[in-house]
């Protein structure tokens, strides 16, 4: 076979964002892929910038990780300047104003989430070339493609936490089933006025979709079982 090293890499993902009735719910699934090849299988793409404010990655990882490594760091600085913390607008916009400087070398997507006491609960959609779009949900990476018109339908104002987080699991796992750059396991965080939820749902445990195959033994599962018998001679 031959391998163009030197061809731009496909790097797929799902990432999504909800409010509900009290905060958001931020989901991705766990899938970094490297063309046709799975450079991790279990990535957490939704990354912590404050306490109260969260950020899902998509695109190319090492662009994606170090913005959120900048905006962390002026996140820390503003609060300690301000001594509060910072809102989900604030974190937004410095993200939108690094992605909107480097537009020409950066080449990732951004889903912001969080909550704080000025507005509670907000997500914000910042995509290739850093324009700022605050919305009631947003998706993004390669699986999004597959789940607009899903959302059109399926997601409704004033959700509680349960039908929002239920809502963002379906979701991903509908991607995974149809886009082959998604997959692994889905993460969500779940933030509101009590804190931050991590949860996690393993591969094996989502719903099967149409002519979607059952999950089977992986290699390690193999050698990590019982050696068999010798034979009787």
């Not at 690094?98 to 950066?106: G, S, T, V």
């Not at 959609?125 to 999004?144: K, R, W």
Request: proline share 3%; net charge negative.
């Amino acid at each position: 076979m031959d391998l163009n090293l030197d061809a731009p890499h496909s790097m797929g993902t799902t990432i999504i964002g909800v409010t509900y009735n009290g905060g958001v719910v931020l989901g991705a699934d766990s899938r970094t892929s490297t063309g046709m090849y799975v450079a991790n299988r279990a990535s957490d793409k939704i990354t912590q910038l404050t306490d109260n404010v969260y950020v899902c990655r998509s695109g190319s990882a090492a662009d994606s990780q170090v913005v959120s490594d900048y905006v962390r760091y002026f996140l820390h600085q503003h609060t300690i300047q301000l001594g509060q913390p910072a809102t989900v607008k604030v974190s937004a916009n410095l993200i939108r104003m690094l992605a909107y400087n480097n537009k020409n070398m950066l080449q990732t997507g951004l889903i912001v989430g969080g909550w704080d006491k000025y507005e509670g609960g907000k997500i914000y959609g910042i995509p290739l070339g850093g324009t700022v779009v605050e919305q009631p949900f947003a998706i993004g990476g390669s699986g999004s493609s597959y789940l607009y018109g899903f959302f059109d339908q399926a997601w409704k104002e004033n959700m509680t936490k349960e039908e929002a987080e239920q809502l963002v699991v379906k979701a991903v796992s509908l991607a995974i089933a149809r886009d082959g750059a998604s997959g692994g396991v889905v993460r969500t965080v779940i933030i509101n006025s009590e804190g931050v939820t991590r949860n996690f749902y393993p591969g094996d445990k989502l719903q099967l979709w149409h002519e979607e195959l059952e999950p089977q033994n992986s290699l390690l599962d193999i050698l990590n079982a019982a050696s068999p018998e010798p034979m009787a001679m």
